[in-house]
């Protein structure tokens, strides 16, 4: 799609812009270094889609809404980097061990003071407060969901509610965040707004499901990433907790072994053991059902949405993208 | 001044009503264990002072950009207690200590998120643009301090100009945004809630110095604090900066060596050493001169504001008690 090609230069042209040097450059060189490591760019190109839904091409305020969502989406990287102990981000040292950890998060707290002065900027005087009012449920959301993700790790039972609960939040809200914030700045009336969120609520459930299936059993040689890396990191993935519901007791007890730290064992046997278990007890074929059916959601939400501008067809495309993704 | 117990129990209402249990408790016990552990409240005091500089009373919408402020201090002391690796805050555990460095993150960073939302809703539509931009400053201030005052004691020179641009961040911006937003959120013109922000910020200043002063010649009566702290962990304070732009080479060499943490000493030699040499290099009067010419400032400032409402008179009182201040 040619304009969604030009839709993400626009976008990266806008994150370099922001990223040069600035001073002191011990607090803003950190910044620069995060948000020029790649990615997708996936929360700005739903935040001009959402835009788009109801306006023929982007104004150049957009393009700040745009940045403040990468740079949220950056912020909380850098700093749940810190707390996971993550050495390593797309492939690079995390800011945290390139520098230390007081560096890494003061420049968090920075990026966050950032992202609502770029929203600021980027709404009409008349929109400001519904804008910083929908952000405000996504960042709380954001937070909620990465409290619940590290107890989550600790927790002896854990129930696909609560699963899904944890996975909205991490990544959920802010996908649903973005489309709807497109459409605030577009002048879209609050119900409209809202079925754009939900949208990309549905969607983002998706994409946090098919990345735990694609963990399991995605192709390694497309996905660039360890096979089983979440299994030998002992991560309660959607896999896990399906086959915890699903499987029976003796399944269970075997899976809990094999996720019990203190089991020895060879890393590929203990990757093929598991994925067995998740294949025999019908969480393989379950938990891509459920990816399937939020990816649905998104669609049937989009049909109601009838815009006069080219966002929607965006949005399907973008959809379509996620959802054939095998990385 | 009654009017001044008044506010202060309204403000403390306020911070009380916030501090109330929530879910995720993981999340939000840590948030109201800092907000209630106490303090000076000084920052919401200036916010509703500001206000009260052209309008007869409080308004109920002012109680929120108040607890923004207080929310905001202890955001960014949760922060800097895990940079600074510090133990104790006011007397207590901080809350890294208390629970651990990932919630304590987390915990600030929800802070700041509420930070904005309060704002949002002290903010009639017309003002909220103008109060976010203020805000922003004022944030954005604070980080950078935090950043010059990590630097700060890693450098091998340290200049005068250098150490007030760093107290100028850490206290005095956030001094003068406090006032400032009160103006603003009262519909003060531009210029004079410029004015009420430069008077915050001469307060903030001389604030800091005062608390350097206090450190090394106050009462440990009435401080509450372990003389000459400072000097002992090694801080390099308005009284070693001054001291070594107004010292003799030999003087400066010594001081130096005090302050190496190789030199095996007593403590209270090493202290009353450094506090001789702060005496005799001039730099005891220095810093209380100086401390004392901000405070002059602030109530010229103060005098050039005329307005209708009792909120001159509240901050010529909150500038006489920081003056007259013992602790």
Redesign the interface.
């Known amino acids: 799609m040619q304009i969604l090609g030009q839709i993400l230069e626009q976008i990266e042209g806008r994150i370099r812009a922001y990223s040069g040097p600035r001073e ?1 450059e ?2 803003y060189a950190p910044v620069g270094y995060i948000m020029t490591l790649g990615g997708k760019r996936i929360r700005p190109l739903l935040c001009a889609a959402g835009y788009l839904v109801d306006r023929p091409e982007l104004e150049e305020r957009v393009l700040d809404a745009c940045l403040a969502l990468e740079l949220f989406h950056n912020f909380s990287l850098v ?1 749940d980097d ?2 996971d102990e993550a050495p390593l981000r797309r492939g690079k040292p995390t800011v945290h061990e390139r520098w230390n ?2 560096t890494a ?2 420049a ?3 990026m ?3 992202v ?2 770029q929203l ?1 900027m980027a709404s009409l ?2 929109q ?2 519904a804008v ?2 929908c952000f ?1 449920g996504v ?2 959301g954001v ?2 969901g ?3 993700d ?2 989550f790790e600790q927790a002896a039972g854990v129930t696909w509610d609560a699963y899904l609960e944890m996975i909205r939040g991490k990544t959920a809200v802010l996908l649903g965040g973005s489309l709807e914030l497109g459409g605030l700045l577009a002048g879209m009336d609050h119900d409209r707004a809202v079925l754009l969120g939900r949208l990309g609520e549905a969607l983002g459930l998706a994409f946090q499901l098919e990345d735990d299936w694609l963990d399991a059993f995605g192709d390694p040689a497309l996905t660039g990433k360890q096979p089983g890396g979440d299994i030998l990191r002992g991560k309660k993935t959607a896999l896990y907790v399906m086959s915890m519901a699903m499987a029976g007791a003796e399944s269970r007890l075997e899976l809990e072994r094999w996720f019990d730290p203190g089991t020895v064992s060879e890393p590929q046997t203990r990757v093929q053991a598991v994925l067995d278990i998740f294949e025999r007890s019908g969480s393989r074929e379950a938990v891509a059902a459920r990816a399937a059916g939020y990816h649905e959601e998104a669609l049937g939400l989009l049909d109601q949405l009838d815009g006069r501008g080219p966002g929607a067809t965006l949005i399907r495309h973008l959809v379509g993208q996620l959802k054939g993704r095998k990385h």
């Open positions: 002191p011990g607090l700093h810190i707390m950890v007081p998060i003061l968090g707290d920075v966050l003071i950032d609502y002065e600021r005087p008349g400001l407060s910083l009012r405000h960042a709380v937070c909620e990465q409290q619940r590290m107890a």
